[in-house]
């Protein structure tokens, strides 16, 4: 591979279809890039339901939003790949090496295609390489950057949120009967089972929370076919008035600007996790199968867990078929970190 020591992009495409955390979770290695390649405009290949991570992020110039529904044919999805190409972008950036990302790094034409070590068959498709090196997940992912010179330093995902954006929150919540922090995010939905902290245990937690803290209520979030998940909650809670439940799903901005006012986001290994860290907030991860790579590393964002021989597994299913480090997480010792949490700040 040669060196890349004077290379000068002017067009940079990056690659990253999802999902929508993933997107986030590469904002840092985009304003990285930008501050390397000052002058190069940065475009983004994503799928549809990410583009809202990226609306309103000064560091990226066109977001190509694939959206399936409108590519219904193989032959209509490699015409869209043709536009992206004669953008004649002089470098690519594959975070994922997904089939259609390779086929937009093929068709690209660039003279340099970087990403992670690609299996022997599909190494002809990039230039250059670099292994990840184990860190927070935004730091793993920009470590590939490596061989441009670039180095994580700490920086957090983003999420460029607008002025009008924190007035709609301000009246959504007051609409509801909330004020800036007077409340915490709680995102108590998955749809993996070994990521899933039971909505009994939420209920449960929740009550003593209030207890100590009536002062403060909990916001639910929930996306779309969630719903019945997030009411299930409510049916465990023995107050529910400490909890808001909204009618109808929030968007992921909307979301995003609600948690900029929370005062701290509790909930499972998901994507709401990671936009309350690009909006400031802290945080209390609940874990189950997955490890503490994902935790932005600050004090002000924690994790908890049940500490077992077999976690963290990172599997989709539970081999012992009985979700122990979820099941046996109780809902007091969680809710005593919370508590501690709120005293320290």
């Not at 093929?106 to 003279?111: D, H, I, Y």
């Not at 078929?321 to 109780?330: T, V």
């Amino acid at each position: 591979m040669t060196s890349l020591d004077a290379f000068r992009p002017e067009r940079i495409l990056v690659c990253q279809l999802r999902q929508i955390g993933d997107v986030l979770l590469t904002t840092p290695s985009i304003r990285l890039l930008q501050e390397r390649y000052p002058i190069a405009a940065i475009d983004v290949f994503t799928e549809k339901k990410c583009t809202p991570v990226l609306e309103n992020n000064p560091h990226v110039r066109k977001i190509w939003a694939l959206d399936k529904k409108e590519l219904p044919t193989f032959l209509a999805e490699l015409r869209f790949y043709a536009r992206i190409a004669r953008e004649n972008y002089d470098m690519v950036v594959d975070f994922q090496q997904l089939p259609r990302c390779r086929f937009v790094t093929l068709m690209s034409r660039a003279k340099v295609r970087l990403s992670y070590p690609p299996p022997w068959y599909n190494r002809l498709l990039y230039t250059h390489w670099s292994a990840p090196v184990p860190a927070y997940s935004a730091g793993y992912r920009a470590s590939i950057l490596a061989p441009l010179g670039i180095a994580w330093k700490g920086q957090a995902p983003e999420i460029f949120l607008s002025e009008a954006e924190i007035a709609w929150a301000r009246q959504y919540l007051a609409d509801l009967g909330l004020t800036p922090g007077t409340y915490i995010t709680l995102d108590p939905t998955h749809r993996r089972s070994t990521r899933l902290w039971p909505a009994r245990h939420y209920g449960a937690m929740i009550s003593q929370v209030h207890a100590a803290r009536p002062d403060l209520r909990f916001f639910i979030l929930f996306g779309p076919g969630e719903r019945d998940m997030a009411r299930e909650v409510l049916d465990h809670c023995p107050v529910p008035e400490a909890c808001v439940c909204p009618d109808t799903v929030i968007g992921l901005r909307q979301m995003a600007a609600v948690q900029s006012l929370a005062r701290l986001h509790v909930g499972n290994c998901s994507g709401p996790r990671h936009f309350a860290v690009a909006v400031n907030t802290p945080t209390l991860t609940i874990l189950g199968a997955t490890s503490g790579g994902w935790r932005f590393p600050s004090k002000d964002h924690q994790d908890i867990f049940e500490d077992l021989p077999c976690r963290p597994c990172n599997q989709n299913t539970c081999a012992r078929n009985d979700h122990a480090c979820l099941e046996n997480l109780p809902p007091d010792r969680v809710a005593g970190r919370i508590l501690d949490i709120l005293g320290s700040r």
